[in-house]
């Protein structure tokens, strides 16, 4: 299996559905994050988990609910988004303490109607 | 103000052609690191190079090579003889000691390598 995997790959909602997206890394990393890549803009960070703890959060609105239910899972719940949030989802992982290799994800595509 | 700047939204070379993409930083701290990270249409990101702020020396993997210069606050990469394998967005980083700060991005440079 591959080091970090998200699903699903590609995802289509409405303003007022509630979706999942999900990330789960293989590579035995105590930190794991969420970035939001849009067109033209550099990868923004939104949240950073540390052994499951939340230790950041860029000010991201709450319509996105992060869940870390364990240093191998991580979710973004997401509800009533708006058509500006549609963007590339990457998830990452990396061992923590110092700044450290990340390795991310395919992503997850997407599209909020 | 921590940023990085990579002001070549988009290169379009020949193969065989040598492509230098440029990363710009700033920082007040003395202690940070710097990385290029390859975005191949498949999405994933993946790790090409790591440097911290007190190794100056440049280094070179088979066709990539990388030129750190504090002085400018420049890190620089460089691919000789491209290929079309290369194509791909290219993304500088910047990260600092501290456990737990992730990544700051720039913008990336999509490179277009054509046969």
């Known amino acids: ?66 869940e870390c239910p364990n240093s191998s899972h991580l979710f973004l719940h997401l509800h009533t988004l708006q058509p500006e949030d549609s963007a590339l989802y990457l998830c990452a992982s990396s061992q923590g303490g110092k700044p450290s290799e990340l390795f991310f994800g395919s992503g997850t595509q997407l599209s909020v109607l | ?15 065989k052609e040598d492509v230098t993409l440029d990363c710009v930083y700033e920082t007040r701290d003395t202690t940070y690191y710097l990385f290029w990270y390859k975005q191949p249409p498949s999405g994933e990101l993946v790790f090409l190079i790591r440097r911290n702020s007190f190794d100056e020396q440049n280094e070179i993997s088979g066709r990539y090579s990388w030129n750190f210069q504090k002085s400018t606050s ?42």
């Open chain 1, 1 to 66: 299996e591959t080091g970090v995997t998200q699903t699903p790959r590609h995802l289509v909602m409405g303003m007022t559905n509630k979706k999942s997206l999900k990330c789960e890394q293989h590579l035995g990393h105590n930190a794991m994050y969420w970035y939001k890549q849009s067109a033209k803009k550099p990868l923004e960070l939104m949240f950073v988990y540390n052994f499951k703890e939340q230790t950041e959060n860029n000010s991201v609105p709450s319509r996105f609910s992060p």
């Open chain 2, 1 to 15: 103000a921590q940023k990085v700047t990579q002001a070549q939204t988009e290169i379009s070379v020949v193969e």
């Open chain 2, 74 to 115: 420049s890190f620089n990469f460089t691919i000789t003889a491209s290929q079309v394998v290369d194509s791909a967005v290219y993304f500088c980083a910047l990260s600092f000691n501290q456990a737990g700060t992730a990544l700051i991005f720039g913008k990336g440079t999509t490179l277009s390598v054509s046969s």
